[in-house]
C-alpha cells in the first residue's frame, strides 16, 4: 500500500508561527507606546520651558530686584495646565539675585530653569 503525501502544515508548525507572529506584534506594540511617550514627553518640556521662560523674563523686565523668597502660578499652555514654582534666593553678592523657576505637571517636575537677575 502506498502512502500519499499529504499537502498542508502540522498544527504544531501553525502554533509555532502564531506564537512568533504574537511576539513580533508584542514588540512592535512596546516600541510605538515608548516613540508615543516620548513624543508627550517633548512636549510637555517644550511647553513647560515656555512658562519658565515666562516667569523668567517677568523677573527681567520689572526693573528692580525680585524680592527673596517663593511664589506659584498657573500656566496654560496649548490646553495644558503647567503649575510654574518661582524661587527667589540671594546670591553671595548683594546685587544679584538667583532665580528658578519650576514647572510641574501633575505634581511631577517637567522642567527647572535658573537665572541670575541683577540691580538696574
Known amino acids: 500500500m502506498k502512502r500519499i503525501?499529504?499537502?498542508?502544515?502540522?498544527?504544531?508548525?501553525?502554533?509555532?508561527?502564531?506564537?512568533?507572529?504574537?511576539?513580533?506584534?508584542?514588540?512592535g506594540t512596546r516600541a510605538t507606546m515608548a516613540l508615543t511617550a516620548h513624543?508627550?514627553?517633548?512636549?510637555?518640556?517644550?511647553?513647560a520651558h515656555i512658562c519658565?521662560?515666562?516667569e523668567l523674563v517677568k523677573?527681567?523686565?520689572a526693573r528692580q530686584m525680585p524680592g527673596v523668597g517663593d511664589s506659584s502660578d498657573v500656566c496654560e499652555q496649548a490646553?495644558?495646565?503647567?503649575?510654574?514654582?518661582?524661587?527667589v534666593r540671594p546670591t553671595p553678592n548683594p546685587s544679584f539675585q538667583r532665580v528658578e523657576a519650576q514647572v510641574l505637571k501633575d505634581n511631577e517636575?517637567?522642567?527647572?530653569?535658573?537665572?541670575i537677575v541683577g540691580r538696574y
Open 5 to 27: 503525501a499529504q499537502a498542508g502544515f502540522t498544527l504544531l508548525e501553525v502554533l509555532v508561527a502564531l506564537a512568533i507572529v504574537a511576539i513580533a506584534l508584542t514588540a
Open 39 to 47: 513624543a508627550q514627553r517633548q512636549s510637555d518640556v517644550l511647553l
Open 52 to 54: 519658565a521662560e515666562n
Open 59 to 61: 523677573a527681567r523686565l
Open 79 to 87: 490646553g495644558q495646565v503647567f503649575n510654574v514654582h518661582v524661587s
Open 109 to 115: 517636575s517637567v522642567l527647572r530653569l535658573t537665572t
